[in-house]
């Protein structure tokens, strides 16, 4: 089985990703930000490296997909390869950071690849306001991402909706995640807890 969290930036991906593999036994699987070699330059300098960012996580999270296909347990991911297509990199067009030629060569890398990619069985995903996002981010205090600008992040939230409520037509459940404190409310983790066992497994608590 394959398992995905979705979510923006500082919506708590990797935290719940890290704690739903240890609550199930489930082998996690996290987004190589921190490897990413232009990752640092990016944040410099978007338009400049949009491109080779992009095409860097696309590399990755292709690799991942195809691992995870040939896998035989359960598997939860930190982010999915739709994501990174539908959110961010439209995101990254939408605000002029991707020239005409290089995005449509990059959708047309993206739908070579899909005739050998499949669906999660559930994504995860985790809605959060911007103000929120904007708390978390700076509470983490990533250097790299305290010059991100407020309208990038909106663009994201925005792309993120449209993604999940308008373009998406696999297996979702929102989690709500504005009021929740999964990380150290044993409470908040549990509610998700059971969301889950009863999308996945029929229980209800």
């Known amino acids: 089985m394959h398992i995905a969290i979705a979510g923006n930036i500082g919506a708590g991906k990797t935290t719940l990703t890290r704690m739903l593999a240890r609550h199930y036994g489930w082998e996690a699987r996290f987004e190589p930000v921190m490897?990413?070699?232009y990752l640092e330059d990016y944040y410099k300098d978007i338009r400049r490296w949009?491109?080779?960012?992009?095409?860097?996580?696309?590399?990755?999270r292709f690799k991942d997909v195809l691992a995870i296909a040939h896998a035989d347990h359960t598997i939860i991911q930190?982010?999915?390869i739709f994501e990174g297509v539908y959110v961010f990199?439209?995101?990254?067009y939408q605000q002029g950071n991707l020239?005409?030629?290089d995005y449509t060569t990059y959708m047309e890398l993206f739908q070579l690849m899909m005739s050998l990619v499949r669906k999660p069985d559930l994504m995860i995903y985790l809605r959060k306001s911007v103000p929120q996002l904007v708390r978390q981010i700076q509470l983490r205090g990533r250097e790299y991402e305290q010059t991100m600008q407020l309208d990038y992040?909106?663009?994201l939230n925005e792309n993120y909706e449209d993604f999940i409520f308008n373009?998406?037509?696999?297996r979702v459940l929102v989690i709500e995640s504005d009021e929740l404190d999964f990380e150290h409310n044993p409470e908040d983790f549990s509610k998700i807890?059971?969301?889950?066992?009863?999308?996945?497994f029929g229980l209800f608590s």
């Open 193 to 200: 807890v059971n969301r889950i066992d009863a999308e996945l």
């Open 167 to 170: 373009q998406y037509d696999g």
């Open 99 to 101: 020239t005409d030629k």
């Open 50 to 60: 949009s491109f080779c960012l992009e095409t860097y996580f696309l590399k990755e």
């Open 35 to 37: 490897q990413n070699p």
């Open 78 to 80: 930190d982010r999915s």
């Open 153 to 155: 992040l909106r663009g």
């Open 89 to 92: 990199v439209k995101n990254n």
